[in-house]
């Protein structure tokens, strides 16, 4: 257990619907970062917050926004649902910079009909 | 722009032998990490080892080693003593100066008993 939590395990939705994801980090983690594994692209990095602030983006679509909270926990927003956004969804968070070790969560599947 | 290429998609070994995962990027960063990430089936992301660039030394963590070569862009991954638990998808990774990561499509290892 890696003491990052991310709900809900799995979702089945349909396109043109939006979803959220939810995620916290370990206590005292104040990074949290957002990644998509899918089968055709890998794991794709998508976005960094920082202690509230968004730090560094990565290779996510307009579609997808995210944010995190004064409690330090962050949540991805999804919509206009495609076939394509169905992936394993990560959190992972860090003390401060991404040198330092991230930890994993169990991941989000998302399943889009 | 950064990559990172894994020219092997899967590999096996024998159990109790040893095995090395190769992992080549291309970038401009004087100054960077890199990381080995092991998924096994449960789909966790697990860090393996970390290198950071401006260390001559190759990182090492019990029967995981590195064999960086900062000149040829070359960051493998060498398992001795191949356990059966060692079977899973491994990822190589850099971590650019704005924290972004870029992740390469993976290693699946197999370890033969």
């Known amino acids: 257990d890696s003491g990052v939590t991310q709900t809900p395990k799995h979702l089945i939705t349909a396109t043109g619907q939006r979803v959220t994801l939810r995620c916290s980090p370990r206590?005292?983690?104040?990074?949290v970062y957002w990644y998509q594994q899918s089968l055709d692209q890998g794991l794709q990095f998508l976005i960094q917050?920082?202690?509230?602030?968004?730090?560094a983006k990565g290779n996510i679509l307009e579609r997808f926004s995210a944010q995190q909270f004064p409690d330090l926990h962050s949540e991805l927003n999804l919509s206009s649902l495609e076939l394509g956004d169905s992936a394993l969804y990560f959190c992972?968070?860090?003390?401060?910079?991404?040198?330092?070790?991230?930890?994993f969560g169990p991941g989000t599947r998302l399943t889009v009909l | 722009a950064q990559t990172v290429t894994q020219s092997q998609p899967e590999m096996s070994v024998q159990e109790a032998e040893t095995v090395t995962l190769s992992c080549t990027y291309d970038?401009?960063?004087?100054?960077?990490?890199l990381f080995w990430y092991k998924q096994p089936p449960s789909r966790q992301m697990i860090l393996v080892i970390r290198?950071?660039?401006?260390?001559?030394q190759n990182a090492t963590e019990n029967r995981f080693s590195v064999n960086f070569q900062k000149a040829a862009k070359s960051f493998s991954l060498k398992i001795s003593d191949s356990q059966l638990g060692d079977a899973a998808m491994y990822f190589c990774?850099?971590?650019?100066?704005?924290?972004?990561?870029?992740f390469g499509k993976g290693t699946r290892l197999h370890i033969l008993p």
């Open positions: 992972a968070s860090s003390v401060d910079r991404a040198y330092n070790e991230q930890f």
């Open positions: 206590s005292g983690d104040l990074s």
């Open positions: 917050y920082y202690n509230g602030e968004e730090r």
């Open positions: 970038t401009s960063e004087s100054d960077y990490y």
């Open positions: 290198q950071e660039a401006y260390k001559q």
């Open positions: 990774a850099y971590r650019m100066r704005d924290d972004k990561i870029i």
